[in-house]
Nanobody, 124 residues
Framework: QVQLVESGGGLVQAGDSLRLSCAAS????????MGWFRQAPGKEREFVAAIRWSGSNIYYADSVRGRFTISRDNVNNRRYLQMNSLKSEDTAVYYCAAKFGSAVITSEESYNYWGQGTQVTVSS
């Protein structure tokens, strides 16, 4: 059974940093593309960042580029999202997701597996 579990969310002040972690079980994470998405209250879920299974390509939403960094640890089957210079508009539930194949990496419809989400709240 495939399971993705996010952790690391919390309540922080604007300008602070957080590191989200996504732990995978039941699938060879190193062979899956992996993405982070978020959903703010009253809004659609949106793409945040993604990394190819090979690590050869990394993608960011314009709104987080330069502040967020996605990384991977294949030994421990984890993916991370380092979030710096947080803003109130970053407040959302953050989800990690995994996909295989060549579908568009920035589209949530492409993903096969999802975590349950972790809340990030940034106070201004």
């Amino acid at each position: 059974q495939v399971q993705l579990v996010e952790s690391g969310g919390g309540l922080v002040q604007a300008g602070d940093s957080l590191r989200l972690s996504c732990a995978a079980s039941g699938l060879p994470f190193s062979t899956y593309d992996m993405g982070w998405f978020r959903q703010a209250p009253g809004k659609e879920r949106e793409f945040v960042a993604a990394i190819r299974w090979s690590g050869s390509n990394i993608y960011y939403a314009d709104s987080v580029r330069g502040r967020f960094t996605i990384s991977r640890d294949n030994v421990n089957n984890r993916r991370y999202l380092q979030m710096n210079s947080l803003k109130s508009e970053d407040t959302a539930v953050y989800y990690c997701a995994a996909k295989f194949g060549s579908a568009v990496i920035t589209s949530e419809e492409s993903y096969n597996y999802w975590g349950q989400g972790t809340q990030v709240t940034v106070s201004s």
